[in-house]
C-alpha cells in the first residue's frame, strides 16, 4: 500500500485549540441524550459507578495511547496502526475496524441528531402558541418517516459542509465559542430541576448506587459507554492526535478532557432525572427520554419555551463537534489514500453514511419496527455492534499495541513530550496501559458473552 505524502496536513494552532476541539469530539449526544437514557434503563447509580471507574481505568488510559500514537504517526488511523509496528501491517485491521465503527455510529447518530434539530424548531413553534411539548410529538418524529429522514439529510449535510472546509478552521472555532454556553444552560436546568418538589428521588437514583444490580450486562453497557463518550476505540481521537502540536502534555491534556466531559454527563443526568422523580415518580429510560423531559422541566419556568428552545440550539451544536470527529475518520484515510480531494471525500463519505442510516432511522417506523436481528431493531443494532463490541475490541487492540508491542522508551517519549524527564503520572499511566486497561476490557467482553446469548 502506497501512501501519499500527506503534506502540508492541517494543524490545531494551540494546545487550548487542541483541548477544545478533543473535548468537541467527546461532548455531544453521548452526554445529554445516551449517557441519561442508559443510566435510566440501567438501574442508576450502580450504573453511573461502573461508567466512572470504566473512564477511569479503561477510556483516559486508551485516550492517552490515541493521542501519542496519533502524534507519533501523524497519518490517518489506518495508516497509523497498519505502521506504528514495524513488519506488522496487521494492526491496520484497528483502523479498519474504526472506519467501519464510524458508519454504524453515524447511522444512528445522525437520526438521534436530526430529532435534536428538529426539536429546536417545535420547541420554538410550541413557545410561539404558547404550549409545551409532550411525548406525542417526540413518538410522532421518531415513528415517522419522511421527516426523521429529511433532518437526518441536513444534518448530514450540514456536517459534511463543515467537514470539506478543513480541520482546524472548522472545527476549532465552533467548538470554542459554544462549549462553555452549553455548560451555563445545563446548570440553569440543573438549579430548576433540582428545586422542583420531589427532586430528591432523582438525585439518589443517580448517586446513591444499589449494588445489588450489578451485572455482566450493566458493565459491558458502561464499559460501552465509556468508549463511545470519550470517542475512543475507532481512531477518531488517534486522528486528532495527529493534529497536536508537540508542545501539548498528553496526560494531563487527556485526563482534562475526561473530566470535563464526565462532567458535562452528570450535569445533564442531574437536570433529567430529579425532573423525572418530580414529574412521574419513577426512572424511565428509553432513547425519548431527553426530548420528554427537558421541555417538561422548562415549562416550570418563565419563558420556559425560549430556554427549552435555547438548549437544543446549544446541543445541536455540540452534536455537530462529535459528527465533524467521526466523519473525519474514514475522510482523513480517503485524502491520504491520494486520490480524492477533501470535499470529494467528504461527500462519499456523507452520502454512504445516509444509506446506511436510512434502516437505522425508519426503525421505529411501522415499515421497520417488526424487523429485528438479535432481538434488536437496526436502531439498537448498529449502537450495540459498534459501542459494544468494535469500539472495546479496538480498545482492547490499542491498549496492546501502546503497552506490548512498541518500545516502552519510543511510546514513553512521545507520550512525555514537554516534559524534561518521566513525570510521575506518566509511569503511572503507562503501568495502567500495560497491565489494567488490556485486563480489564478482555474480562467484560468475556463476561458478556453470555449478554449476548441472552439478549
Ligand atoms: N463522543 C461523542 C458523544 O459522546 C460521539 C463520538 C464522536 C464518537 N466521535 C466518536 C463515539 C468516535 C465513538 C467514536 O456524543
Given at each position: 500500500m502506497s501512501i501519499s505524502a500527506p503534506k502540508p496536513r492541517d494543524a490545531f494552532a494551540s494546545t487550548l485549540g487542541a483541548f477544545a476541539a478533543t473535548l468537541g469530539s467527546a461532548i455531544g449526544l453521548g452526554n445529554i441524550w445516551k449517557f441519561p437514557y442508559l443510566t435510566g434503563s440501567h438501574g442508576g447509580a450502580a450504573f453511573v459507578l461502573v461508567y466512572l471507574l470504566a473512564i477511569a481505568f479503561v477510556g483516559i488510559p486508551i485516550l492517552v495511547v490515541e493521542l501519542t500514537i496519533g502524534r507519533k504517526m501523524r497519518l490517518n488511523a489506518v495508516h497509523a496502526y497498519g505502521t506504528v509496528v514495524p513488519g506488522q501491517k496487521i494492526w491496520a485491521g484497528v483502523g479498519m475496524a474504526g472506519v467501519a465503527a464510524a458508519f454504524l455510529i453515524m447511522a444512528f447518530y445522525t437520526d438521534v441528531a436530526g430529532w435534536v434539530f428538529a426539536y429546536v424548531f417545535k420547541s420554538f413553534g410550541a413557545f410561539l402558541g404558547g404550549r409545551t411539548l409532550d411525548g406525542a410529538t417526540f413518538g410522532a418524529l421518531a415513528g415517522g418517516s419522511w421527516e426523521p429522514l429529511l433532518w437526518q439529510i441536513g444534518v448530514l449535510v450540514l456536517t459534511t459542509a463543515i467537514i470539506a472546509t478543513g480541520v482546524s478552521k472548522g472545527i476549532e472555532k465552533v467548538t470554542k465559542t459554544l462549549m462553555p454556553l452549553l455548560f451555563v444552560l445545563l446548570i440553569v436546568c440543573d438549579i430548576r430541576a433540582l428545586t422542583l418538589p420531589g427532586a430528591g428521588a432523582g438525585v439518589t437514583y443517580l448517586f446513591r448506587p444499589d449494588l445489588s444490580k450489578l451485572s455482566a450486562s450493566i458493565v459491558l453497557y458502561a464499559l460501552g459507554l465509556a468508549f463511545f463518550k470519550l470517542s475512543l476505540g475507532m481512531g477518531t481521537m488517534t486522528t486528532y492526535g495527529s493534529y497536536l502540536p508537540d508542545s501539548t502534555r498528553i496526560v494531563p491534556n487527556a485526563t482534562r478532557v475526561a473530566l470535563a466531559d464526565t462532567a458535562v454527563s452528570l450535569l445533564a443526568g442531574l437536570a433529567i432525572f430529579p425532573a423525572v422523580f418530580a414529574f412521574a415518580g419513577k426512572p424511565a429510560g428509553g432513547p425519548g427520554l431527553l426530548f420528554n423531559t427537558i421541555p417538561l422541566?422548562?415549562?416550570?419556568?418563565?419563558?420556559?419555551?425560549?430556554?427549552?428552545?435555547?438548549?437544543?440550539?446549544?446541543?445541536?451544536?455540540?452534536?455537530?463537534?462529535?459528527?465533524?470527529?467521526?466523519?473525519?475518520?474514514?475522510?482523513?484515510?480517503?485524502?491520504?489514500?491520494?486520490?480524492?480531494?477533501?470535499?470529494?471525500?467528504?461527500?462519499?463519505?456523507?452520502?454512504?453514511?445516509?444509506?446506511?442510516?436510512?434502516p437505522a432511522t425508519l426503525s421505529q417506523n411501522p415499515l421497520l419496527a417488526n424487523v429485528k436481528i438479535f432481538g434488536k431493531n437496526f436502531f439498537d443494532l448498529f449502537d450495540f455492534i459498534?459501542?459494544?463490541?468494535?469500539?472495546?475490541?479496538?480498545?482492547?487492540?490499542?491498549?496492546?499495541?501502546?503497552?506490548?508491542?512498541?518500545?516502552?522508551?519510543?511510546?514513553?517519549?512521545?507520550?512525555?513530550?514537554?516534559?524534561?524527564?518521566?513525570?510521575?503520572?506518566?509511569?503511572?499511566?503507562?503501568?495502567?496501559?500495560?497491565?489494567?486497561?488490556?485486563?480489564?476490557?478482555?474480562?467484560?467482553?468475556?463476561?458478556?458473552?453470555?449478554?449476548?446469548?441472552?439478549?
Open positions: 422541566i422548562f415549562s416550570k419556568m418563565p419563558m420556559g419555551g425560549l430556554f427549552t428552545t435555547v438548549f437544543f440550539v446549544l446541543t445541536a451544536i455540540a452534536t455537530i463537534g462529535a459528527m465533524v470527529s467521526l466523519i473525519e475518520v474514514p475522510v482523513a484515510w480517503i485524502i491520504e489514500k491520494g486520490h480524492v480531494t477533501r470535499p470529494g471525500a467528504a461527500i462519499l463519505t456523507g452520502v454512504l453514511m445516509f444509506a446506511l442510516g436510512i459498534s459501542s459494544n463490541v468494535l469500539l472495546p475490541v479496538g480498545g482492547l487492540a490499542i491498549a496492546i499495541i501502546g503497552g506490548w508491542f512498541l518500545t516502552r522508551k519510543g511510546f514513553a517519549a512521545e507520550m512525555n513530550k514537554g516534559y524534561a524527564e518521566e513525570p510521575w503520572h506518566g509511569r503511572l499511566v503507562y503501568g495502567i496501559i500495560k497491565y489494567v486497561t488490556p485486563v480489564l476490557i478482555l474480562l467484560i467482553l468475556l463476561s458478556s458473552l453470555g449478554v449476548l446469548k441472552l439478549g
